[in-house]
């Protein structure tokens, strides 16, 4: 599945719908979407910025807003895959995109704007250099 669209940085995941993620009628909540979109989140930090460095550097993303289009649900039987991506960094914000979907159809798009985030001094700062590097090397090599 996804779309043919350039997606920067992007990471795939295959999921596990168990079965306390499941209503009565057998289908998915809603609220594992946004679980699946911090695990995705998380893998994504995990590769290109680990939480101990940012650490180091007493920073942090937040997030600032998170937007979920539902498009149809996933019920138990299903093997969900999940997509993370770069929509876009400016210095101070960033914009990250989220699909899930099996080999039939997308179930869900989502995305998530934020922030890098000095702990000690309180206060919003740019985003890290090497992300930015890395996110522009990418949109240049599919140009």
């Given at each position: 599945?996804?779309?043919?669209?350039?997606?920067?940085?992007?990471l795939?995941?295959?999921?596990?719908?168990?079965?306390?993620?499941?209503?009565?009628?057998?289908?998915?909540?809603?609220?594992?979407?946004v679980?699946?979109?911090?695990?995705?989140?998380?893998?994504?930090?995990?590769?290109?910025?680990p939480?101990?460095?940012?650490?180091?550097?007493?920073?942090?993303?937040?997030?600032?807003?998170?937007?979920?289009?539902?498009?149809?649900?996933?019920?138990?039987?299903?093997?969900?895959?999940?997509?993370?991506?770069?929509?876009?960094?400016?210095?101070?914000?960033?914009q990250?995109?989220?699909?899930?979907?099996?080999?039939?159809?997308?179930?869900?798009?989502?995305?998530?704007?934020?922030?890098?985030?000095?702990?000690?001094?309180?206060?919003?700062?740019?985003?890290?250099?090497?992300?930015?590097?890395?996110?522009?090397?990418?949109?240049?090599?599919?140009?």
């Amino acid at each position: 599945m996804g779309s043919n669209k350039i997606k920067p940085l992007l990471l795939k995941r295959e999921f596990k719908i168990y079965g306390y993620d499941i209503d009565v009628m057998g289908i998915m909540s809603n609220i594992v979407y946004v679980r699946w979109m911090e695990d995705l989140r998380t893998a994504f930090l995990d590769k290109y910025f680990p939480l101990e460095k940012m650490l180091a550097e007493n920073s942090a993303p937040i997030i600032a807003r998170t937007e979920i289009d539902y498009k149809r649900p996933f019920t138990i039987n299903e093997k969900p895959f999940g997509e993370i991506w770069v929509e876009n960094f400016t210095r101070s914000r960033w914009q990250l995109g989220f699909m899930f979907y099996t080999n039939q159809r997308t179930h869900c798009l989502g995305k998530q704007f934020g922030y890098y985030f000095d702990i000690k001094r309180n206060k919003p700062i740019p985003i890290p250099e090497n992300l930015i590097k890395l996110y522009e090397d990418e949109l240049k090599a599919n140009d």
